[in-house]
């Protein structure tokens, strides 16, 4: 097996598991969240992303990123709802209909999940089927090639985030939304090398290393 597909096939195996057990449940969503099927999900997102960018196929791999961050941000909504959720439902200063928004919004989300896993075929196995057959199908490049593209990614993303914080610019103007842009644009590359399963090495901060 080409190791490209074995990448992906470690990431897809667990969410098959999580998927199996949760289809035997009464809420399938509400066990996938509590589960954290959002953590394989992020890998499956961040190899997307890279083939989406390197090739080969990069349509094929932009729909397959779509239909993982699908998922992944219906999840982010019930862990954002239920996070605050439990915050303030002990807080005797909180309005109760403040309490009963965050409680509904996460009903929704939930919701929403549900009919999603159902509709798109990943409680049946169909998506994943369809999933594994697209990557059997994939005609990756050789190994060294397949590297070169890899590593001129990793630098762009390296350098896209070095460019965002330099000189003061979004990131410290609009506090609020520029820290969390730049948080989220750091957390990629530490997905990025788990997801690659050992194909990324720290080398050091040396800007001749990226050369």
Not at 176 to 193: D, P, V
């Amino acid at each position: 097996m080409n190791q490209n597909n074995i990448q992906f096939d470690i990431h897809l195996n667990k969410i098959s598991t999580f998927l199996e057990e949760a289809k035997t449940t009464e809420d399938p969503a509400v066990y996938l969240f509590q589960n954290d099927f959002r953590a394989p999900l992020f890998q499956l997102e961040a190899l997307a992303r890279i083939y989406s960018s390197t090739g080969p196929d990069k349509k094929k791999f932009d729909k397959m990123r779509e239909k993982f961050k699908l998922l992944e941000d219906i999840l982010g909504s019930i862990d954002y709802f239920d996070a605050y959720g439990k915050l303030f439902f002990n807080n005797e200063k909180i309005p109760e209909d403040v309490k009963s928004y965050f409680s509904h919004k996460e009903q929704q989300a939930v919701s929403k999940l549900n009919k999603l896993l159902k509709s798109e075929g990943w409680l049946n196995g169909k998506q994943l089927e369809k999933i594994d057959h697209d990557l059997k199908k994939t005609g990756w490049k050789d190994k060294d090639k397949q590297h070169k593209r890899l590593l001129k990614f990793y630098r762009s993303e390296v350098e896209e985030i070095m460019d965002f914080a330099k000189d003061g610019k979004v990131a410290f103007t609009d506090v609020e939304s520029g820290i969390h842009e730049f948080r989220r644009k750091l957390r990629w590359l530490s997905i990025y090398a788990q997801a690659l399963q050992g194909c990324i090495m720290l080398m050091g901060l040396n800007r001749k290393n990226w050369r």
